[in-house]
Nanobody, 123 residues
Framework: VQLQASGGGLVQAGDSLRLSCANP????????VGWFRQAPGKEREFVAT????????QYAESVKGRFTISQDRASSTVYLQMSSLKPEDTAVYYC?????????????????WGQGTQVTVSS
């Protein structure tokens, strides 16, 4: 399973950014896809996940109401729309495909990982 994350960048607090996670070959079309992030010196943490058909979404408390995860099955791409960004959102963001159609927030349930994309939010 190949995943390609993109869309990171340097923004100011309050700005928006959209991350993309492409799945060439559609090898994860029946899997949940999640977004995780890792800030310097911190452990990787769950951000959001969407089930294989988009019917179930789950968010970390820290991003609820600001981030939205969605999928475009036609292009086999999962998006993370991030709004009202804060400096504490600064991290490397990773997308991952889960073992099952809905995989929850536990990183160990996601065996397939893409490369990270850096998001930096300045104050």
């Amino acid at each position: 399973v190949q995943l390609q994350a993109s869309g990171g960048g340097l923004v100011q607090a309050g700005d928006s950014l959209r991350l993309s996670c492409a799945n060439p070959g559609r090898t994860a079309s029946n899997n949940a896809v999640g977004w995780f992030r890792q800030a310097p010196g911190k452990e990787r943490e769950f951000v959001a996940t969407v089930s294989w058909n988009g019917g179930i979404t789950q968010y970390a408390e820290s991003v609820k109401g600001r981030f939205t995860i969605s999928q475009d099955r036609a292009s086999s791409t999962v998006y993370l729309q991030m709004s009202s960004l804060k400096p504490e959102d600064t991290a490397v963001y990773y997308c991952a495909a889960g073992l099952r159609s809905a995989s929850g927030s536990d990183p160990s349930m996601y065996p397939y990982w893409g490369q990270g994309t850096q998001v930096t939010v300045s104050s």
